[in-house]
């Protein structure tokens, strides 16, 4: 059974950081790309970032482009996302995403095949 368990989310001021992390069990981590959406309240969800297989090529959503850095460590099958100078249009749940095309950086939704619950990420400003 895949797992995918988003952690590190909490209330945070402008300007401030937060990582989160996404812990994977069930699949072989290093053969998957991983991506990070998040959903506002009564919007989409939206596309955050990604990362291919081996960690070396990624890709991010304008938005947070210079203030958010994907990354990955296969040995603890975990992937993170370094989140700097947040804003409050950044408060969102975050969901981490597994993609069996592990060669390309994806960035819809649906392209996806197993999801995380979700950890909430709050910036007051």
């Known amino acids: 059974q895949v797992r995918l368990v988003e952690s590190g989310g909490g209330l945070v001021q402008a300007g401030g950081s937060l990582r989160l992390s996404c812990a994977a069990s069930?699949?072989?981590?290093?053969?998957?790309?991983m991506g990070w959406f998040r959903q506002a309240p009564g919007k989409e969800r939206e596309f955050v970032a990604a990362?291919?297989?081996?960690?070396?090529?990624?890709y991010y959503a304008d938005s947070v482009k210079a203030r958010f850095t994907i990354s990955r460590d296969n040995a603890m099958n975990t992937v993170y996302v370094q989140m700097n100078n947040l804003k409050p249009e950044d408060t969102a749940v975050y969901y981490c995403?597994?993609?069996?095309?592990?060669?390309?950086?994806?960035?819809?939704?649906?392209?996806?095949?197993?999801w995380g619950q979700g950890t909430q990420v709050t910036v007051s400003s």
């Open positions: 995403a597994a993609n069996e095309l592990g060669g390309r950086a994806v960035t819809t939704a649906r392209n996806y095949n197993y």
């Open positions: 069930g699949l072989t981590f290093s053969s998957y790309s």
């Open positions: 990362v291919i297989w081996s960690g070396i090529s990624t």
